[in-house]
């Protein structure tokens, strides 16, 4: 999140979209409520009207998968009725910079489509800026018709309050209503929160989702203060954490890219590839030569590249969750680790998913409870005489059994002590991982192919008299020191690239550092085990409690909290400002606040260049170039555009491009998909949670108390689709895809109505994913009926929009 | 002074961790149940159940409204179950709380009659019906917690503030700001009066009609109307008493006379 949880009390205005916070977010709607009572409006954009909704004061329906049309028509209606922030747009965006003339856009389809070997790309050439030499060139009024400004107001100009209408099957009026409220945080001083989730992210266009909640947020200028921001509340409670830590398969640490041998054979190759010339990803090789020098030690010298020669890397293909089980049912992987994951349940087509897991060889399961991918050979309808498949299940830590750090959504690493021991020869995951090198390298020392960056990798964490591995040890290499004498670094600005620093992940450096000028023995701890509860300015920023990357930065942007003159856009919440001689603020500047040689403060016209110093060109981005080193190149187009769902009722009433022409499909058995307009599944579906039952239920279907709130998978429909059917409350239900099909029960409720697209009325299916044939509580796996294809850019499954049908059992 | 517990309905997000914290604190076993199609398992309050949330969505032409109402015993005043027990088994205490004695004091006088059940205007207490030797069971306002001074272990788990523990005086003059400053509550604080007023006290800002929750009652306490009666009893008793003695006198007298003037009367000749 750009902001932090704290700070939604400042927020005037929310528009939460594809969230559902009173049940997958509860702590959220705390002080989603705090700024309520104080007034704030809220407005909740959801198929279903749900907990969160029941607080709105607008709910607005839609249906699933038309984000895009929805967020839109507010952008088009914002500059129709001229309800935007001019000055915001103007100089923190790159609305004033000029497209090349080769940039075009017809009937849904950008300029660069290709086809090789029947399958469909952009050659993204023609989305670049115009530039004379280095640089781009701008038209400050706005009016040239090749700027990005001008190429914008075109594009959303097709999504009229009426055409959105038409698609969301949203009505007319909620959605003037809606927009009209929303583009009050347009007005300077006036903050809005834009809060999404995985009903944003869960499509075959998910990315473009989120790009087009970022377009909403910088219009009215609302990226970077106090109350504004763009806030995806994580999944999970550490997620964030595990992506930092380069869970992803394209990141290594702290989203340094993973090389690809394609692009980077050698380390010179790959800092020039990865490397802008500005922007503060220009220090990129600071960071990754640190990251080498934690990882290799001494080993790692100028001379080797750091041993970048020793990192494994990828051929320039996709190794997502989903091309793994691909790569499964091809036979191209042979084992399989399944930490504290349970695909079988939450993998999409799931039912597939977990056929393609009898071709393993083996499999380790990690998890608090033998869950349903951990006992996959005897799910029910499986044979287990005929499954091959050996499997190793390690009884793993809970949570309050292991110490360590989680980082939430508002970035806050936050150190956790044990309170429990774990029970029986559970075993923190730490020491599963310890353990698990330590059986490799020992395979290893008597030789094999490559040993060098197995028996040469930093393992030093243990410690003496102890059987758990030395945390201390590992958060001091996480965090980045000084190669000499072991100096622990308090910023990343402290980073070379000459290897004389080691950092494991860039961008936590400073949360294992104790300030030396604290004076509170309290408090003169590590960063990231600090509770300070002092909040000075009353903006409910608390700088010492814990530690948020980057540099204890609690709100990013935080230039454009200012206008580009260095004074606050609200006097009343003043967040960063230039006094005359210097910048103040109780947070930590997001910009070159002082210059990097004189130290000097830089004054506001200097600073208002590049608000975004993330980004090569300093601005924020309504059209996503293509040259940019470092700046993600969207693979379906510099700008959203609507796309129906892959599986969809309808036919595409915005253009003639039915779905994302890029979105990743797969073959043979993930490949089953059911036709525009379907009448064998004619409803759309969507999955959902519930409170009770957290992701896979893994841990909460073995909790009794929640069983007995929650104990039994269902299906939501509406009345009238009950009434159609014949079904009643509780009766037993058949919900099929063209994948599979499943049995629950069925819940009829007017929280999920029909909504009219193109004139016909459209059925909604709201279904809870969370349940499985082990535990307390057991039912059928909601995910087996979802569709196997996937956002181009990161590979997010589309759980949240696609085809069913239903009958009664 | 008396506690009490502010339940403001607007903040409740149904979440149940009062529920679970309820259960949690005081021991109390999960029991199985069944899908319910209003999510609100399990479906009433009982023996092992001594707090619910219930789900209340209601549908006003296309419009729609959902709010979540924690149940739980409103810890009355002037507690009709503590009236209605012969054995005295239930009692009000200083802190607020009514609690049943048997469980908290440990001082067994309940004889199993359940008058109290009937008596109650909220229907709160509840029998264990699967026991060989059954006792009465509801919610006890974390007794041992709030006379160490803690708050109620639901209270400790609400997320958003939507109950509020404290002195119970300043929770109703809190509850009156609310109402007061906001024209989107209902202009009324539940529990103030209703019954003769209790510990919990409800504000909302949907009808509370809508809610389930019974308004058109009286403001007397239970207890009081028996006491309408039987406040007469020591006049009833002493008068009834001075009003046969009157008529025995009298009728003493008048037999008395009678027997005087029967033998004294003149007899008179036949004719």
């Known amino acids: ?809 | 002074m008396p506690k009490g517990v502010l339940v403001d309905v607007s903040r409740c997000i149904g979440c149940r961790s009062c529920q679970v914290a309820c259960k949690s604190w005081n021991d109390l076993p999960a029991t199985p149940t069944v899908f319910s199609n209003n999510w609100d398992n399990p479906p009433s309050l009982n023996a092992t159940n001594w707090t619910r949330v219930g789900y209340h969505l209601i549908e006003k032409g296309d419009q729609l409204k959902w709010r979540f109402v924690k149940t739980q015993c409103m810890h009355c005043e002037e507690p009709a179950c503590e009236s209605a027990c012969f054995t005295h088994s239930f009692v009000k205490t200083e802190s607020g709380a009514v609690i049943y004695k048997p469980t908290e004091l440990n001082q067994d006088y309940c004889v199993g009659c359940r008058y109290c059940m009937i008596a109650c205007p909220f229907s709160v207490p509840k029998f264990e019906w699967d026991k060989a030797f059954p006792f009465v069971r509801k919610c006890k306002f974390c007794y041992d917690r709030i006379k160490e001074g803690v708050e109620p272990a639901c209270v400790s788990a609400c997320l958003t503030g939507c109950l509020k523990f404290g002195e119970k005086e300043e929770l109703l003059a809190e509850a009156h700001q609310r109402i007061d400053s906001n024209p989107n509550y209902i202009k009324r604080v539940y529990g103030e009066k209703e019954y003769g007023g209790t510990s919990w006290m409800y504000i909302s800002d949907v009808p509370f009609e809508d809610l389930g929750f019974k308004t058109n009652v009286s403001e007397k306490s239970i207890p009081s109307y028996s006491w309408d009666i039987l406040k007469w009893t020591p006049g009833i008793f002493v008068g009834w008493g001075a009003i046969l003695t009157a008529l025995y006198t009298y009728n003493k007298r008048r037999a008395e006379v009678h027997h005087e003037e029967e033998m004294y009367a003149p007899v008179q000749d036949e004719e």
């Open chain 1, 1 to 809: 999140m750009t902001n932090h949880f704290e700070d939604y009390v400042n927020s005037d205005y929310f528009l939460i979209i594809g969230a559902n916070p009173a049940e997958a977010h509860p702590m959220a709607m705390r002080h989603i409520g705090k700024a309520k009572a104080k007034g704030a409006k809220i407005i909740v954009v959801d198929p279903r009207f749900t907990k969160t909704a029941a607080h709105a004061d607008i709910y607005v329906p839609l249906r699933p998968g038309t984000d895009i049309p929805f967020l839109y028509g507010l952008i088009n209606y914002a500059i129709q009725n001229d309800l935007y922030q001019h000055e915001y747009v103007l100089n923190y965006t790159n609305a004033s910079y000029l497209i090349s003339p080769d940039y075009s856009f017809a009937d849904g389809v950008f300029s660069g489509l290709e086809e090789k070997d029947g399958k469909l790309s952009y050659n993204n050439k023609s989305w670049s800026y115009q530039t004379d030499g280095e640089d781009i060139q701008k038209d400050p009024t706005l009016q040239d018709p090749q700027c990005v400004w001008q190429i914008m107001k075109k594009h959303v100009s097709r999504y009229d309050i009426k055409t959105v209408s038409n698609v969301t099957g949203t009505p007319e009026d909620t959605l003037k209503k809606a927009y009209a409220l929303y583009c009050k945080s347009g007005k300077p001083e006036v903050s809005g929160n834009l809060i999404y989730v995985l009903g944003i992210t869960q499509h075959s266009y998910g990315s473009q989702n989120t790009r087009a909640t970022c377009m909403v947020q910088l219009l009215l200028g609302n990226v970077g203060l106090p109350g504004g921001g763009l806030n995806p509340q994580r999944g999970q409670s550490n997620v964030q954490g595990a992506c930092d830590m380069g869970m992803l398969w394209n990141n290594v640490t702290g989203y340094l890219k993973v090389p690809d041998a394609t692009k980077h054979a050698t380390y010179e190759e790959y800092l020039k590839a990865e490397t802008p010339k500005t922007g503060y990803w220009s220090n990129t090789p600071k960071f990754m030569t640190s990251t080498l020098k934690a990882w290799y030690g001494e080993k790692a010298t100028k001379e080797n590249g750091f041993c970048y020669d020793w990192l494994p890397k990828t051929e320039g293909k996709s190794h997502s969750h989903m091309d793994s089980y691909a790569g499964l049912e091809e036979g191209e992987i042979k084992g399989v680790f399944c930490w504290a994951e349970n695909p079988s349940v939450a993998g999409p087509d799931a039912y597939h998913e977990v056929k393609a897991l009898e071709k393993a060889e083996w499999m380790v399961c990690v998890d608090v409870f033998e869950n349903e991918t951990a006992a996959f050979w005897k799910r029910p309808g499986a044979n287990p005489a005929d499954i091959k498949t050996e499997v190793f299940l390690l009884p793993a830590a809970h949570i309050y059994e292991k110490e360590g750090t989680r980082t939430n959504s508002s970035r806050d690493v936050q150190w956790r002590w044990k309170s429990v021991e774990p029970p029986g020869q559970a075993k923190s995951d730490l020491w599963i991982a310890d353990r698990l090198f330590k059986a490799i390298r020992k395979e290893y020392a008597s030789g094999g192919r490559f040993t060098d960056p197995i028996m040469n990798l930093t393992w030093n964490y243990d410690k003496p008299g102890q059987d758990e591995p030395d945390l201390e040890k590992i958060a001091i290499e996480l965090n980045g020191f000084k190669v000499e004498d072991g100096t622990v670094l308090g910023t990343f600005a402290d980073l070379k690239d000459d290897g004389s620093t080691a950092c494991g992940v860039w961008i936590y450096a400073g949360y294992y550092y104790i300030d030396p000028k604290e004076t509170d023995p309290l408090l003169k701890v590590p960063a990231t085990k600090r509770h300070g509860t002092e909040d000075k300015t009353g903006l409910a920023i608390y700088p010492k409690w814990t530690f948020a990357w980057p540099l204890n930065r609690r709100i990013v942007y935080n230039r454009c909290s200012s206008n580009p003159a260095g004074q606050p856009w609200n006097p009343k919440r003043p967040y960063i400002f230039w006094d005359g001689a210097k910048w103040v603020t109780p947070d930590v500047p997001d910009f070159g606040a002082k210059d990097a040689k004189t130290k000097e403060p830089n004054p506001p016209e200097k600073t208002a260049q590049a608000p975004f110093i993330m980004t090569a060109d300093g601005q924020a981005h309504f059209f996503v170039p293509s040259g940019l080193i470092s700046t993600s190149q969207m693979k379906e187009g510099p700008m959203p555009e609507h796309y129906e769902p892959v599986e969809s009722p309808v036919k595409n009433p915005i253009s003639k491009q039915q779905s994302n022409p890029v979105a990743k499909k797969w073959k043979g058995e993930f490949s089953k998909l059911a036709e525009v307009g379907s009448k064998d599944f004619p409803y759309v579906a969507t999955t959902v949670h519930y409170i009770e039952h957290y992701q896979t239920g893994v841990r909460t279907r073995n909790s009794p108390y929640l069983v007995e709130l929650m104990p039994e998978q269902f299906a939501t429909i509406s009345p009238s689709l009950a009434k159609q059917l014949g079904i009643k409350p509780g009766d037993d239900i058949i919900v099929s895809s063209a994948r599979a099909e499943i049995n629950c029960k069925a819940n009829v409720l007017p929280i999920v109505r029909p909504l009219v697209v193109n004139g016909s009325p459209v059925e909604i299916v709201s279904l809870p994913w969370s349940w499985g044939f082990m535990g307390l509580s057991k039912g059928a796996i909601g995910n087996e009926l979802t569709p196997f294809v996937a956002c181009p850019n990161v590979t997010v499954p589309e759980y949240k929009a696609f085809l069913v049908n239903i009958r009664k059992a």
